[in-house]
Structure formats: structure tokens, C-alpha cells
């Protein structure tokens, strides 16, 4: 019964900012990773931040994209600034979670949300 709710895609020029948001629920005893991937048209899913024990930045965002955590509402946000337009994809959450009452790690995915970036 966990879940991964994202929010906060949109359409914005480029060099603007968004802000997109993932909220865990459910029977969730704890959660290891939380991150963001991200799809472009015709392309694979690639990896574009992660948080866990450690930060880890995909080359073509680092300095521009800020992940961060609020453990007590199993909630993580990608906070992004100078977009291009290359970065339009449809960005999916991602979390690694012991569920409640197991002693094994899932991993869970997000619905997507869109992020449109124009010239």
C-alpha cells in the first residue's frame, strides 16, 4: 500500500525555476533512498538526483538542481533553477522503503509529472 505522490511540473521559460515535490505514504517503516529520474521523448530514463546516506547529482544538473528531504513527511523535493530546454522530460520519483512489518527493501515509483521547458 505505499505510495509516491509527485506535484509541482509545469510549463516555464528558459532560465526559470520549478519546484517539484514527492510525498511517501502508507505502511512505511523506513525509507533508505529517495531521488528523481527523469524521460525524455525517445529516450531512456535517466538518473538526475539522489538522498540517502549520501547526495549524488547527475553531471548535467549539478549547480543547477537542489535535492533535498523532510524525513517526518517522507517527503522529497527537487528544487530546479536555470532550466533548458533540454531538461523537458517527464520526471518520475523514486524511493527505496522497508515497508511495515517486512524485513525487505522495495522499490517504488512515482506516477510523473511533466516538466516543459520552452525557448
Known amino acids: 500500500q505505499v505510495q509516491l505522490v509527485e506535484s509541482g511540473g509545469g510549463l516555464v521559460q528558459a532560465g526559470g525555476s520549478l519546484s517539484l515535490s514527492c510525498a511517501a505514504s502508507?505502511?512505511?517503516?523506513?525509507?533508505?533512498?529517495m531521488g528523481w529520474y527523469r524521460q525524455a521523448p525517445g529516450k531512456q530514463r535517466e538518473l538526475v538526483a539522489t538522498?540517502?546516506?549520501?547526495?549524488n547529482y547527475a553531471e548535467f544538473v549539478k549547480g543547477r538542481f537542489t535535492i533535498s528531504r523532510d524525513n517526518a513527511k517522507n517527503t522529497v523535493y527537487l528544487q530546479m533553477n536555470g532550466l533548458k530546454p533540454e531538461d523537458t522530460a517527464v520526471y518520475y520519483c523514486?524511493?527505496?522503503?522497508?515497508?511495515?512489518?517486512?524485513?525487505?527493501?522495495?522499490?517504488?515509483w512515482g506516477q510523473g509529472t511533466q516538466v516543459t521547458v520552452s525557448s
Open positions: 523514486n524511493a527505496v522503503i522497508r515497508p511495515t512489518g517486512s524485513m525487505k527493501l522495495y522499490i517504488y
Open positions: 502508507g505502511s512505511i517503516f523506513s525509507i533508505r533512498i
Open positions: 538522498s540517502g546516506n549520501s547526495t
